[in-house]
C-alpha cells in the first residue's frame, strides 16, 4: 500500500532563515506529488505539484521553492522565512481518483 | 477558474444532532468531488468522493450528493457524534479530456465542526 512520510513533523525556525522540508512517498512510483500551505483558520492553498523528477509548477509566487530530486522525494524550500510563512504544510500525492496526503509539518517562524 | 465555497462556520451541535455542511462549486469542466476530514494536529483524510452528477458518496454515516444542476456537493450525517469533532474541506479537481483527473484539488475554507456530549 501507499505511504506518505513528512518531516520534520514540527519546527520552529527565525525569520530570515532557511527551510527544508521533505516528503517521501512509497508504495508507488511515478507519482504526481503537492505541496500545500494550510494557514492558521484558513483553507488549504496549492503551492507546488510535480509530475515528474525535476518538474516543478509554481501555483503562487512567493519565497517558497520546490524540488523533486527522485521520482519519491517532493522538497519544499526556503532560503530566507517570513513570518507569513508560518503554518501546516501538507505533501499530497495523487492517486487514481482522489490524492492522499501526508501527515504535515507545522512550522511556526518567529 | 475553479472555485468551491463551503458554508460558514464553526458549527457547534449536541450529540445526535443532524449535521448539514453547504457546498457549491464552480468549475469550467467536469469536475470530481470530494469531501476531506481534518482531525485536530492531523493532515488531511479523505471522506467521501462523488466523480458524475448523482453520484452519492458516503462514508462513516456522513453523505454527499453531485447535483451537477445546483453545482453543490454537501455534507450530511443524521446523527453526529463528539468524534466527528474536526475540520472538513469541500474540494474539486478537474478531469481533462481523456476522463482522467489532473489531480489538482481546489479547496473550499474548510468548516469547523465541534459536537457537544
Known amino acids: 500500500s501507499q505511504t506518505i512520510h513528512q518531516w520534520p513533523a514540527t519546527l520552529v525556525q527565525p525569520v530570515g532563515s532557511p527551510l527544508s522540508l521533505e516528503c517521501t512517498v512509497e508504495g508507488t512510483s511515478n507519482p504526481n506529488l503537492y505541496w500545500y500551505r494550510q494557514a492558521a483558520g484558513r483553507g488549504l492553498q496549492l503551492l507546488f505539484y510535480?509530475?515528474?523528477?525535476?518538474?516543478i509548477s509554481s501555483e503562487v509566487p512567493q519565497n517558497l521553492s520546490a524540488s523533486r530530486p527522485q521520482d519519491r522525494q517532493f522538497i519544499l524550500s526556503s532560503k530566507k522565512l517570513l513570518l507569513s510563512d508560518s503554518g501546516f504544510y501538507l505533501c499530497a500525492w495523487a492517486g487514481q481518483n482522489w490524492q492522499f496526503f501526508g501527515p504535515g509539518t507545522r512550522l511556526t517562524v518567529l | 477558474g475553479d472555485s468551491v465555497t463551503q458554508m460558514e462556520g464553526p458549527v457547534t451541535l449536541s450529540e445526535e444532532a443532524f449535521l448539514t455542511i453547504n457546498c457549491t462549486y464552480t468549475a469550467t469542466g467536469y469536475p470530481s468531488l470530494f469531501w476531506y476530514v481534518q482531525y485536530p494536529g492531523e493532515g488531511l483524510q479523505l471522506l467521501l468522493k462523488?466523480?458524475?452528477?448523482?453520484d452519492k458518496g458516503s462514508n462513516k454515516g456522513f453523505e454527499a450528493t453531485y447535483r451537477k444542476e445546483t453545482t453543490s456537493f454537501h455534507l450530511e450525517k443524521g446523527s453526529v457524534q463528539v468524534s466527528d469533532s474536526a475540520v472538513y474541506f469541500c474540494a474539486l479537481s478537474e478531469r481533462g479530456a481523456g476522463g482522467t483527473s489532473y489531480g489538482k484539488l481546489t479547496f473550499g475554507q474548510g468548516t469547523i465542526l465541534t459536537v457537544h456530549p
Open positions: 462523488a466523480t458524475k452528477a448523482d
Open positions: 510535480s509530475v515528474g523528477i525535476g518538474q
